[in-house]
């Protein structure tokens, strides 16, 4: 193969990471575009060292991979764990269907939003009964008598 080839290989690869990178969130894949820069100059030095190239690829990639990672947890700071459907644990509510296991009805009304639900110990809960809810489980609750 000729001196050339291999350099536009790896800027081919390179130009393939980082246009796969537009159409994610992670900046993970942007790193391995970054590793096949590094791969492309030195195989501009060193077209027939194609074990150092490669090395270069994985190790130039596996440092891109570290920094970015520690750099976007620095950026981002934790995230909340009570996000989406998940900040219903918890919350207060009432029943607005009563919940039977056995026909498998019942709903109830959290924060303004009505959810299908079942109770948590499989019992009946009827209308205007207060609840908690215990868990999010697909598209329905899983709730508990107040007392």
């Given at each position: 193969?000729?001196?050339?080839?291999i350099i536009w290989v790896w800027v081919v690869a390179a130009a393939f990471f980082l246009?796969?990178?537009i159409f994610t969130v992670s900046f993970f894949i942007s790193c391995f575009g970054v590793g096949a820069i590094g791969a492309a100059i030195v195989a501009a030095f060193a077209p027939e060292a194609y074990t150092t190239q490669m090395a270069v690829?994985?190790?130039v990639s596996a440092i891109t991979v570290?920094?970015?990672?520690s750099f976007a947890e620095r950026v981002s700071g934790k995230q909340?764990?009570?996000?989406?459907?998940?900040?219903l644990r918890g919350q207060p509510g009432v029943v607005v269907q009563a919940i039977d296991p056995?026909?498998?009805a019942g709903r109830v009304r959290v924060a303004?939003?009505?959810?299908?639900?079942?109770?948590?110990?499989?019992?009946?809960?009827?209308?205007?009964?207060?609840?908690?809810?215990?868990?999010?489980?697909?598209?329905?609750?899983?709730v508990r008598q107040r007392v």
């Open positions: 193969m000729g001196a050339g080839f246009v796969v990178e690829f994985v190790v570290a920094m970015t990672r909340a764990e009570d996000f989406g459907v998940d900040r056995v026909t498998g303004r939003e009505e959810w299908r639900a079942d109770s948590v110990n499989m019992e009946p809960l009827a209308v205007g009964s207060m609840i908690e809810v215990v868990e999010v489980e697909g598209t329905h609750l899983v």
